[in-house]
């Protein structure tokens, strides 16, 4: 856990527009993204932010359609600490910060529509293929979610579909086209303190100030998700200025490493 | 803005009729039922009060734990009792809309415990679980910055519209976006959002929810002066 | 936890036949019972019996019989101490205690065969109705054996039958017709102290004394379920009486409360 | 009462056959194996002892633990291993069953506990587990009051029959009523009943137990000399 | 727990040759099989080596088979300590003790091929038989890899098929032929300490001495399952040795128990 | 030995192409990806450090505790992340395959903590998983008295082989045998195995396995040798 006197000084050095680092507020440290890095795995990404290290696979199965959405594919999404992340991190059911860390990258996939279920429908009622997203942070300084989210879209966009045999079990060995993906929903947490904003925080940076929106958005400036976090309330004028800076820096991620 | 074709008849800044009950768990330290529309929640309050398990203890502060829990009987098909991911969430994000509210640092070492139970499942449980909360904290006497006022505001069949119904939230272009907020200052606690939206109209659709957290905020405020000149 | 010096007066107030609240060893505070309190559910109800508050829903869907009894539909009964309920409740799997409320109520009802499982029958050996009872402590102040037995028989009298759909699904919006309950089974526990019989003890009464026996009984003066619960010992003459004294107040709150 | 056409040609007032042992499980501090009909029963002491988890501890007397658990291959269709909603009732049904007959406050902070393992079972399983545990207390050399002694009678084809066999329990107007006493008091400890009856039938059918358990408390009481003058 | 000082007296002793109970080495506790120990079991055992003591008993019932094994029969074995097996016993989910006693017994079972799975199967791809072992400590004096490994054979050898009904539910009350059980697969723990090796450790010396094999060999000589246990290394000629000493143990006790 | 006919044209004393890389997790104390093949393990060490849940803490020595995971992706279909039975076997075969290489006497009331995650699962997961905690121990400075090596030799077809494949694991008469050792004193500290194989040939294909250990073991101090140089 961070210390207090450092704390202390990532605060005050925050309202001087400085950080510890010497990056400027809206500044990112570099970021790498890397696929294939499971050959098990239908689709696979490792990301890397500064020393923040994440992996995603994607993999797939067949399963029953919900009653209301008949002819779709289901997701279902999922965040780890691995316990080599950090010293704090133990082996053990998952924790509410694994959880919302999940659910809010699920919801930034979902309601982007990035994924054409329909496409993912094998008999209407019967059968429909299961898209699993697995994310694990392996090294953990800071900014999971930035780190999360694009570990989820490369490995989706690295995806190959497994091929179903006639007697209706899963070739995962002859993968054959890509998986339906339309578009590059990317999420970016933008936090605040007195009114100043800062992109990609450090571990410490990150403990020191929890108050942010998550926010996913699209190759068309659209926003399909939004979460508050955090312990302080923000004013309209704040969330109008996040969100802003949050779409105008998914749009510079996307066009670097999406192309 | 004026009458909508709305499903239920309502304007497109009206929100459900809205009751408030305050006092209604006689063992807790201070409770509160809200309907809204056909959504029922109750929530009581234990605290501040010793805290187990005790490694959780802050020496600085208190500790706010929210739990949210929809009754098995509270929606079409029953749901299993237990925790779920959906229920931890919302029990974090209920958590973090409330505590800008709270003194946590006047009460070190102890927790205050709200548990809110959902009775009955349509629209808007989270949101009203949160004015319940809201309530149940005024009435435990614990003291606050401001109350927090929640409703969801969002869109659908191009409307921008306030405190979506179930059927609403089903149309192909549906946003739904719950806030919650302490009215005195503006400051916003909760914001989530589902469903592909401008960023401009995210600012709209907050504004229409201020709307509807200034008019519940006047529902809250007579509803504990009616408790406390009875 | 009840103050020790609390518990001794309440014993030795008993002896003399006298309760802190001036009620009589046999009187009840004032019942209420109100149906119908959740849309969402088949059939639901509150009770509340002084200051214990608990509420019920009946929840219908369908299941697979047992193979022992192919053509009967199925029944399953909890108990659950909500946080909410008393300061010592917390959340977290059933305790002991739970389990033991779930299942006399349970048992008051399964055995008094007021509900017509042959009537709840879809296909047999294949698809049979499955009743859910859930009974919630909102609040306790004692007496949970007779208010969650109240709150059951009165939920179930209050369901209606959801309708299953040509395709198999069950449509929870339009319900029609009642379920098929005959008779008005009803728990009532009565305590024991020297020789003493309690009715409808409260919180403190019911740490105080612990020895009860809990007898569930039918509109004709039979039982149907007895269970003795408690830390002492009972002479035949002192059961042979409680008995008696449950079944007499049963006939007494049925013919009050369910006309 | 006379011989009856009971499945198996006992008389209405006869008990399956009995079988006692008397320290079947070396390590532990007592322990007992009972079969009674096709139900056996393996039942083992320890304690007084420090109890874990600590937060269990009573500063003024000792704890009662019982575990009631069925083998996976105690039964025709296996059961999964682990606790479910009848063994954790049982256990605490027993548990007050055997109270009565201890002097727990003479053995404050500690535990005793006891472990009842089911290894075949047909009717009778948790009366034969009492008289197992009971043994087992005395043998372990638990000071008692005296020693709890159970049996069930009940009611099958209109007959007030003792120790009812599976197939009597399956009659249309079954009773079944397993009783536990300390016989030297009369006092009753365990009491349940599923069925239909009337309250003076429950009078009967309790006389009847009743008898059977004096007859089974005979046996105790011979096994244990056998053990103590051999 | 083994005091220090009884730790350090057995560690001189073996040194010696010599064992706290005065049996040689080598020497074995009396070993005791008793079948048919649970008439409600398809097959059961009861195997003391001294004051240990475990049962065992073999439950079927139908199953779907595994994909790649579509026309065979599947198993399962667990092991359980109970907690009147030993004071520090408790009850709760299995230890990581108990897991890896049950995975050894069953390896030694599947591996050796003793059970014909084939035999087991009642429709390919769709029903065949699955044979459940449990065994339960009931008293730990030591070497339960021994006893368990025993008693496992032991209720298998024992074990009648249950009948299957037209309706397809497993009829347990009238069995009727053996399993299809070739060979006798026996499982030998072998502990070295400082160049000796000993069998059969009671329970004192089991604590004070952890390093070991365990071996499952068959009635040909052939070894089927082999394990290290413990927290010191062994040499090749050791690992020879106590391997050829396992494999003779077996046959003795093959000999002497199975005939 | 000669060239064979093996899947994928190795000689029969031949491993697969093996990559090592330490200090690959930033905030362990010690970390290291080892590729075999198509397997890939990554591993880290915390510690020596306090130890929590405190009462497995030691007087006299530190604990050595592994956990040994596969991604849900690491094989071909989905594996539900959570432990199950072979997991908690294979954590604890590792930690008594590392244990004799640690003076863990040294470090009392401590925890070692290795997490070994499998990202890739092909043959000889167990195998890479003791090389690169191995490496992983080193680089956290842990004294070792050796490192710990470990390959898998066997029997397939009729020929006892170095490091099976999955196809060669799935000959009808398949021996696998995994074993680690401490190449320095020759000490083995892993030895499982599954198939039917005589005594005889248990040495053998120990004896082939050891020839696999050596060559690993001199990449893993090139490996170490790099990192330090560098």
Redesign the interface.
Known sequence: MTLKLTKERILENIVKGKRLDSRKLDEYREIRIETG??????G?AKVTIG?T?V?A???M?TATPY?DTPEEGVMTT?A?Y??????EF??GP?R?DE??L??IVD?AIR???CIDFEKLCIEPKEKVWMV?I?I?V????GNLFDACGLAAIAALKDAKMPVLTDDG??D??HLKGSLPIKGTPITIAVKCYKGKYILDTNADEGEAMTTQ?VVGS?DD????????????????KE??DM??LA?DTSKKVRTKHFK | MTKSERTDNRKLDEIRPMKMKIGVIKRADGSAEVEFGDTKVVAAVYGPRQIHPRHQERPDRSVLRCRYNMLPFSVSDRKRPGYDRRSTELGKVITESLQPALFLEEFPKTAIDIDMEITQADAGTRTTAINAASLALAHAGIPMRDLVTSVAAGRANKKLLLDMTKEEEDAPDAVDLPVAMMPRTGKITLLQMDGIVSPEDIEKIVDIAEIGCMKIYEMQKKALLEKYSS
Do not use: W, Y
């Open positions: 890095i499971s050959k098990k795995a239908e696979s020393e290290a992996i696979g994607v993999k199965a009653p999922s780890e691995l316990p080599m992340g950090a010293p133990e082996s998952p509410e959880i919302i999940g659910r919801r309601e982007s529509k699993f697995d694990l392996m090294n953990h300084d079990t899963v995962h060995e929106i699209n400036g659209t926003v399909s998700s939004l979460q508050k976090c955090g312990t302080e309330g923000l004013t309209k969330i109008a969100l802003k779409v």
